[in-house]
């Protein structure tokens, strides 16, 4: 597996994994196509540099995502922390370290940019994602309305 930055020409892998991905749990998502690719130019716009895409290197197949925002102002902790937006994995690839993959990349790109906190938010209801924060280190640290925020120092 390679990962490498994301391009513009990754929209439409963005659109498609990320509507398969969220299945089930479409109250914590963009649902129409239109949303999802305003989403991807968003995140593009916050901070190009900090989205990285999986890369299945013997198919040349996108395979997940991750967007860390190292513009990203905390209001809890008064300073700019590395924020993932989003993380999410092709749903026939999770379970072989792709997630942690690009996880790890992130944090270390909000390293890199001089951060010492990475936070993200999930649903509560999304309990495989909360548990996979959780053993990567990430803890609990309040939440707001049905989303749960969670910190990792770094």
């Known amino acids: ?36 690719k305003s989403y991807f130019r968003w995140l593009r716009k916050r901070d190009s540099e900090g989205m990285f895409v999986a890369v299945d290197d013997s198919t040349e197949e996108v395979v997940g995502f991750v967007a860390c925002d190292t513009n990203w102002y905390s209001s809890f902790e008064e300073k700019e922390v590395g924020e993932i937006h989003e993380l999410f994995v092709e749903p026939e690839w999770r379970g072989k370290g792709v997630g942690k993959a690009l996880l790890e990349k992130g944090i270390e790109y909000a390293r890199l940019k001089g951060r010492d906190l990475t936070e993200l938010w999930v649903g509560e209801k999304n309990y495989k994602a ?25």
């Open 1 to 36: 597996m390679l990962i490498r930055l994301a391009r513009d020409d990754d929209m439409e892998d963005f659109v498609r994994i990320y509507g398969r991905a969220y299945e089930g749990l479409e109250e914590y998502a963009y649902t129409t196509r239109k949303e999802i």
């Open 130 to 154: 909360r548990e996979f924060y959780e053993k990567m280190g990430f803890k609990a640290a309040g939440s707001w309305g049905h989303w749960i925020r969670m910190v990792k120092r770094i």
